[in-house]
T-cell receptor
Framework: AQSVTQLGSHVSVSEGALVLLRCNYSSSVPPYLFWYVQYPNQGLQLLLKYTSAATLVKGINGFEAEFKKSETSFHLTKPSAHMSDAAEYFCAVRRTGGFKTIFGAGTRLFVKA | NAGVTQTPKFRVLKTGQSMTLLCAQDMNHEYMYWYRQDPGMGLRLIHYSVGEGTTAKGEVPDGYNVSRLKKQNFLLGLESAAPSQTSVYFC??????????????FGPGTRLTVL
């Protein structure tokens, strides 16, 4: 069975600081991995996805994530936080050949001025 | 191109009342999903559909029913609402099922409170 664990339900950073949101997955077969972002009172939108083409994936708004098979991790990073990055971020996994996506519990990012 | 839309945006029900949430997509997607979002629990799949006329149970289907009579619409029904169904409900759709480009497109959500 697949599962996703996001470490830290809340993360707070200062504007301009590094953003690091952690995600670990469990999957018996190579998975597809996703990060979604949810702004207040909106639906989720795709930030980036890993589909085995490259281990370092670049997404929108300057975010990127690195797939590390040995660590079963897919952490999301951004070098310099902006106030507009304040949102909730969800890591998700889907096994190759499957169509159900399993979502993590989410990490709320706060950005301090 | 509106993407995925949901009706209504907000609703307050009394225990035992019924209602239907409507999801519509104009992207000609085959797969549609209903999720509920609760604090600290992420999104949990309620029901899904792999094409017009089909439905299947997800992770938390009890107390809900769905129908997909038209490809573009996916309805979620609550026959007898309970306070435990207070949640934010999201509809999503995908162009294909198992391929690489299976990005989920989400609607804006319906915030439901059951008193």
């Amino acid at each position: 069975a697949q599962s996703v664990t996001q470490l830290g339900s809340h993360v707070s950073v200062s504007e301009g600081a590094l953003v690091l949101l952690r995600c670990n997955y469990s999957s018996s077969v190579p998975p597809y991995l996703f990060w979604y972002v949810q702004y207040p009172n909106q639906g989720l939108q795709l930030l980036l996805k890993y589909t085995s083409a490259a281990t370092l994936v670049k997404g929108i708004n300057g975010f990127e994530a690195e797939f590390k098979k040995s660590e079963t991790s897919f952490h999301l990073t951004k070098p310099s936080a902006h106030m507009s990055d304040a949102a909730e971020y969800f890591c998700a996994v889907r096994r190759t050949g499957g169509f159900k996506t399993i979502f993590g519990a989410g990490t709320r990012l706060f950005v301090k001025a | 191109n509106a993407g995925v839309t949901q009706t209504p945006k907000f609703r307050v029900l009394k225990t035992g009342q019924s209602m239907t949430l409507l999801c519509a997509q104009d992207m000609n997607h085959e797969y549609m999903y209903w999720y509920r979002q609760d604090p600290g629990m992420g999104l949990r799949l309620i029901h899904y559909s792999v094409g017009e006329g089909t439905t299947a149970k997800g992770e938390v289907p009890d107390g809900y029913n769905v129908s997909r009579l038209k490809k573009q619409n996916f309805l979620l029904g609550l026959e007898s609402a309970a306070p435990s169904q207070t949640s934010v409900y999201f509809c999503a759709s995908t162009r294909e099922g198992t391929g690489v480009n299976n990005e989920q497109f989400f609607g804006p959500g319906t915030r439901l409170t059951v008193l």
